[in-house]
RNA sequence: GUCUCCCUCGUCUAGUGGUUAGGACAACGGGUUUUCAUCCCGUCAACGCGGGUUCGAUCCCCGCGGGAGAUGCCA
């Protein structure tokens, strides 16, 4: 049988890293057992919808460069994808469940549900949820109520004895007592959109989805889906529950860890194969040596016998590791086009680029190249060429070892060496060579003479090699600005 | 509260009834280097606890402890 799996998150927000990571896991099951890869919108709760998400979860797919072999936009044999658009589908079920007896009208008010979860969380009963007060209303009192204009659920009568127990390929069997599953679960809103549970079950069955992968927070509702399933007579799909995403503290990944939205980390600049190869490592591994996964190679190699049945810490520090070695990886032209948005927004080259720009940031990326983690670290290490902030406190020029004096001298000596070497086209060893010498004569060690040099063309004790940031700098600002620090050490 | 699941270095993980328990990130130290970074080398660091089974348990069983998730007209 064709193996079909489908991703299925609902646009009420941003993708985020948990999501992306199940959607990344379906997908590349899907591609290495030549099955079928589903996107399916549920966008079931209409006051938590907005567009922004929708096209945040086309956007996000598209960057990380993830197709589906059936869903909106591409259409499908079991379409349509979108469930807002299959809104008559889950009202036909819900009330063939009704008539089966398996499911019934309810007519309570949300006021009075909410009533019967304070009484009793205050009395702390072990029973907890939905009292079934309208369990076994008889055909006149329904007739009443929708006499009375009152709009009801449709919920689902869960059994009060017996067991329920699905088979998880990841867990093994997992078995809940029918009386421990939260009672009679809502399948059809009073707006008569259906709930998750009703929908889900619904379009995975008519959509022939084999495998059910999904985050291991939907495990609890496991047996009301497989009762779900027996309810309407079909077969039960396979499930594969995947381990959470957590934060640093242990707790599921939200935004007070951090940035969770794939987006934010687009706009810091991660690339996007870095993302990929990272997060399909939280929770799944191939060997424990292999780190480096292309998209390519794990829609060959990708397996559910890897996947682990722990949750893990989705660390931040590797997935910028991670980026760094892509970053390094990367062809220059390509990292050129990569950072120039970055400048652009900076405001530190022109939009739309000029060809000199080009250039430049054509020379911009070697340098550059091996000292950014992320992609928007490239401003900070570039502005130095674009604003002129000279610093102004003395101490700074000076190095470990030397001191004001010497240092004031040293750049006076050095500068005159650098500018005339440079205009007489010597090579940039040699005067390095002469600078070392220079620094020798002053008894200082070479970074005595390098770093006032250093603080007075970059601004900054911390820069690209000197002789790169000249050359980017140009020999007129890099002379205007070596003269500015000696000046500064003359007053 | 109740139910379900989970438990190897700080983190992600490999692994086996007998291993010096392996790798990666982080941290720390060193080397290369004009700073920073890259790169290279090294160090630290784990089988949650208690019982069993066994000649022998990190691995199998039981209990405990800890953690997480679910308990919505959210998914």
Redesign the pocket.
Known sequence: MEVRVRY???P?GLQHIGGIRTALFNYFFARANGGKFILRV?D??R??YSDESLEDLYSTLDWLGIKWDEGPVVGGPYGPYIQSERFDLYKKYAEELVEKGRAYYCF???ER?EEV?KAQAAS?S?Y???DRHCAHLSDSEIKEYLRQGI?P?IRFRVPTEGKTTFHDII??D????NR?I?PD??LL???G?P??HLA?VVDDHLMHITHIMRA??????GPLHVLLYEAFGWDVPQYCHL??V?GK????LSKRHGSTAVRDFRQKGYLPEAILNYVT?????L???T?FFSKEQLEKCFTME?I??????F?Y??L??FN??YI?QCDNDRLASLIAPYLEEAGFVSSPLTDNDKALIARIVPPVK??MKVLSDVVPLTSFLFRDVPVVDKSVYVAKGSDEEKTGEALKKASAILLSGLKEGKDEEVI?TELAALASEFEIK??GV??PI?VAITNS????????SIRLLGLDETEKRLKRAISLFEE
């Open positions: 299925a998150p609902s009420t549920e079931t709760d006051e938590r309570c008010t949300p549900l979860r702390k072990e907890q949820g939905y709009k659920v867990m093994g997992i078995t809940r007592r421990d939260s679960p809502i809103k009073s707006d959109f709930t998750y889900n291991q927070e939907w495990i609890p509702s381990p959470m957590m503290d242990g707790q599921k490592l939280v929770g799944w591994s060997d424990g040596n780190e890897g682990h049945k722990s949750p893990a810490v660390d520090k590797k910028d590791w760094g070695q390094r091996e000292r390095e070479v970074n390098f770093q250093r004790t911390v820069s690209l090699p000197l002789f790169d």
